[in-house]
């Protein structure tokens, strides 16, 4: 037994470093002029440190200032970031600050994360879903300083995160319970919150930025860019899944496929008598193009990862659909919503960049780790999910008595890609990079057993109906299209899987290729969205083309 063991030496070292900051601050305020000199004083060499970086909001002005201490002071930094998308992330780990990175996402920045793994500037941790790198830091990622963002801030350190509130409470949590020291960013020092979003005793420092925190829109797309191809695919997706497997909950990933989707439930689905009956409740950010479905009285209730640059008025304005505080603002929540849409949901629909011809898929192609972000929490089927839906309980195949159902997994895109490249492709680049990058396993976004449905111009393939792999990929194989894959596919065998239900052409849904018009869109561009909310919408400068 050790009786001389101290158990309180996070806590003792934490006191230490809060003291040798006293100089530079009053109270927990932090002015700007004096960030690095504390940064340098409240972080050593070796710590893991999380900085906010979400797929929205950013913690700019701290993400900068940690870019301006002294690498001789402080090197060698485990960083951990949900998302990395700011050009200085990737700067600190030039500059020896950081070495080692554990992510979830690298869009913006997926070039040069692989440039800098294959240069040995960059150490990988691992690529996680949203969820799992949340877990790890309440077990085995613990922060010993975060680094965050929120909206506002009172003199004793209260948070008000506004509709932006995203990760901040998990990243704080996980820190502040455990000894760790949390600084945090805002946009403005007022003397009384809207609201308490983070309580000051989760909180040590605040510093007022020079700048708002970055935010981007990252959900919000044009209806002009619409194709009729896409509003093809969205009929398709209306009539053979949300009609065919009466799918209450959803969740939409980002994308003109899916914006399509929200803009013919007024108008298409109106027409098939579908109002009320499918696509009632949502786990997305505020989609501007789900703004007539709103309005039209579809949808009961929407929970947000994050907030939409230019929603903030209309959320307001629509507290039946959005989860909003007593100041009227609305509240999101990135951990809580994506364990909503793992569980709570009967479907996911997203994209993808590569398809295996067994339904596997990745975004994580050469040259290029981009991460995954949240779609593997959401695109696939939880064992751990017990209470039943009629669209789940839809996807049981078999009498057997121990069968269970299955979420809705849908791939939707179009057979050739960007640079006119089939997305459907017999091995998937992200085993390459797996190589390249010494990564343990493939970095697969979406397994091919947990896709239920995949949707392309040529048709619907029902996969969970697929007896084997073989007829997996004969179902694919039938809406690929032009592909090398596509081109596998015969009359006969074509003929056979849509009698047998794997495979739905339009014309077995009962859509008209001809009606799939631009006409059909409730509205036709962002001018028409802000007349749908009444004027409430305020779309960022570069969407307003009137």
């Not at 992510?103 to 294959?118: C, D, K, N, W």
Request: hydrophobic share 35%; with cysteine; charged share 25%.
């Amino acid at each position: 037994m050790m009786k001389n063991r101290s158990w309180t030496t996070k806590r003792d070292e934490k006191r230490k470093k809060l003291e040798s900051v006293q100089h530079l601050v009053k109270g927990k305020i932090i002015d700007t002029k004096n960030m690095k000199e504390a940064l340098e004083c409240l972080i050593s060499s070796g710590d893991r440190v999380v900085l906010e970086g979400d797929n929205q909001k950013q913690a700019s002005f701290l993400s900068e200032a940690l870019n301006s201490v002294d690498p001789k002071k402080i090197h060698d930094l485990h960083m951990i970031m949900s998302s990395i998308s700011r050009p200085d992330h990737l700067t600190l780990f030039e500059k020896g600050i950081g070495s080692k990175i554990d992510f979830s996402y690298a869009g913006p920045q997926s070039l040069r994360v692989a440039q800098m793994i294959e240069d040995g500037v960059l150490k990988m941790g691992e690529i996680h879903t949203y969820l799992e790198l949340y877990g790890r830091l309440f077990v085995d990622l613990i922060p010993k300083v975060a680094l965050v963002a929120a909206e506002k801030a009172d003199e004793k350190g209260n948070l008000y995160t506004g509709s932006n509130t995203e990760e901040t409470p998990t990243i704080i949590e996980a820190a502040a319970f455990k000894d760790g020291i949390v600084i945090v960013q805002v946009n403005e020092i007022v003397e009384e919150l809207p609201r308490v979003d983070i309580p000051s005793d989760w909180v040590d420092f605040v510093v007022q930025s020079p700048e708002p925190y970055q935010l981007e829109a990252l959900f919000t797309r044009d209806p002009s860019g619409i194709t009729e191809l896409q509003i093809l695919m969205g009929m398709m997706a209306i009539r053979g899944i949300y009609e065919k497997h009466n799918v209450q909950s959803l969740n939409h990933g980002i994308g003109f496929n899916t914006a399509a989707i929200e803009l013919l439930l007024p108008t298409y689905g109106e027409s098939l008598g579908l109002k009320g009956k499918i696509a009632k409740h949502w786990t997305l950010n505020p989609h501007p193009t789900l703004i007539p479905a709103i309005e039209s009285g579809w949808v009961e209730s929407i929970h947000s990862f994050g907030g939409e640059v230019g929603m903030e008025r209309y959320t307001a304005a629509r507290p039946d659909v959005f989860f909003t505080g007593k100041d009227g603002k609305m509240r999101s929540n990135r951990a809580l919503c994506q364990v909503a849409g793992q569980y709570a949901v009967d479907m996911f629909v997203g994209s993808t960049l590569q398809m295996d011809y067994y339904g596997n898929s990745s975004t994580v192609t050469s040259g290029r780790l981009s991460g995954f972000g949240g779609a593997p929490n959401m695109g696939h089927n939880p064992h751990g999910r017990r209470h039943s839906t009629p669209a789940w309980l839809d996807m049981i195949t078999t009498n057997s008595s121990m069968e269970r159902g299955k979420k809705l997994v849908v791939q939707m895109f179009e057979t050739y890609g960007q640079g006119n490249s089939p997305v459907f492709v017999e091995s998937l680049d992200a085993i390459k990079v797996r190589d390249e990058a010494d990564l343990a396993t493939t970095p697969v976004m979406i397994y091919g057993d947990d896709v239920t449905h995949v949707v392309t111009e040529e048709g619907v393939a029902y996969l969970y109906k697929a007896e084997g792999l073989e007829e997996r990929r004969q179902a694919l194989s039938a809406i690929a299209g032009v592909t090398k894959l596509g081109r596998e596919q015969s009359p006969k065998e074509m003929r056979k899987l849509r009698d047998k239900g794997l495979v739905a052409l339009p014309e077995d849904l009962k859509v008209k290729r001809t009606e799939a018009k631009r006409s059909l869109l409730a509205a036709k561009n962002v001018r028409e969205l802000v007349q749908w909310s009444d004027g409430l919408y305020d779309p960022p400068e570069k969407f307003k083309n009137w």
